[in-house]
């Protein structure tokens, strides 16, 4: 006879005791053989019959109390971000992600919008985990960084535009990306640039720095930089195109690929050839950009792996100890094509 939710709901949940009840053994090796502990040697057979036992009773080794034992989890936490960050970006955490989990790091990204500095370490460390990895939304301070290590993190890693202190730093910076796209359109002749400031909320974390590498790189050259402020929606794109001519632009470093080529098909509908009369570059290096006519010039973004990442965060919660890194997490290289 069926069970009604009633009875499901009121089923008692199956214990380490039942397992080891139904698999003839005790559950001290339950334990050693659902954590995979490889210091107490169990025979295959009897690793089976334990495994076998917690499937047909539907036991999942309960992760807070086998944290308690072990004094820390193997929680990486991962603030998410609250802006879309592109798909390099995306590309590069996934990365992260499968690497740290192949390294037997449970991943969990926490919802840090409203939190900055201190009261969103003290919330991460809540959670006791092992590792955090800082993506530079979050204004981590020194302090913050103190306050993770006193909860049991053991890694505590940054990627932001400059180091903090305490913390393994992965620095970010920006403003390369722009400096190498401004610098292009200099080199072929461009004078009046406009460069696109996206109006979503967390992405001025990547569009001020790259703003403030444009502007070093125009310095001394005569160029003139004009901000534009535009959304990442069709509507804006059109009518950044409608008032273009008043604008007196020759060329546009269009924030990345994605509002590049929004931008670029709004001036094209709008009647302004590119790259005649308007000069259009972007960032990430996307494949689709290649797919354009005219093919979009870009700024190519060389990033450290995931892979290395997981590594560093595995190295560091096995010697906590050790004395916190500095390193470049990316370097940035202009590709011209057609739109330039």
């Not at 090796?29 to 009773?57: G, K, M, Q």
């Not at 965060?313 to 096995?318: F, L, P």
Request: aromatic content about 4%.
């Amino acid at each position: 006879m069926s069970q009604t939710p009633r009875q499901s709901a009121e089923r008692s949940v199956p214990t380490s005791a039942d397992v080891a009840r139904l698999a003839g053994v005790s559950r001290a090796t339950v334990s050693y053989v659902l954590n995979n502990t490889s210091s107490v040697r169990i025979s295959e057979p009897t690793r089976r019959r334990v495994r076998e036992a917690a499937e047909e009773l539907g036991y999942v080794p309960h992760a807070a109390a086998r944290s308690l034992r072990a004094g820390h989890t193997r929680m990486v936490l991962l603030p998410a971000s609250a802006s879309s960050v592109g798909p390099l970006y995306l590309q590069f955490f996934n990365e992260l992600q499968w690497a740290l989990r192949r390294l037997d790091y449970t991943v969990v990204q926490y919802g840090s919008l409203g939190l900055d500095g201190d009261e969103a370490a003290r919330a991460w460390a809540e959670l006791r985990p092992v590792a955090v990895v800082s993506l530079g939304e979050v204004g981590l301070t020194p302090q913050g960084v103190d306050i993770l290590k006193r909860s049991g993190a053991k890694a505590v890693i940054t990627l932001a535009p400059r180091r903090v202190a305490g913390a393994h730093s992965l620095v970010m910076d920006q403003s390369e990306v722009g400096g190498c796209a401004v610098a292009h359109l200099i080199q072929r002749g461009r004078r009046s640039i406009g460069v696109v400031m996206p109006s979503e909320p967390g992405l001025e974390h990547f569009a001020e720095p790259r703003f403030e590498g444009a502007r070093r790189a125009a310095a001394g050259t005569g160029a003139r930089i004009v901000p534009l402020a535009m959304a990442y929606d069709e509507k804006s794109a059109n009518d950044l195109a409608a008032g273009w001519a008043g604008l007196g632009l020759d060329a546009v470093y269009a924030y990345n690929d994605e509002y590049a080529m929004l931008l670029m098909r709004a001036l094209q509908d709008a009647g302004i050839e590119v790259p005649g009369r308007t000069a259009v570059v972007g960032a990430d290096d996307l494949l689709l950009g290649r797919l354009l006519r005219p093919r979009l010039s870009t700024v190519h973004i060389d990033m450290v792996t995931g892979q290395l990442l997981a590594e560093l965060v595995d190295r560091t919660v096995r010697d906590p100890n050790g004395e916190p890194e500095t390193r470049d997490l990316m370097g940035a290289r202009a590709v011209h094509r057609e739109s330039s």
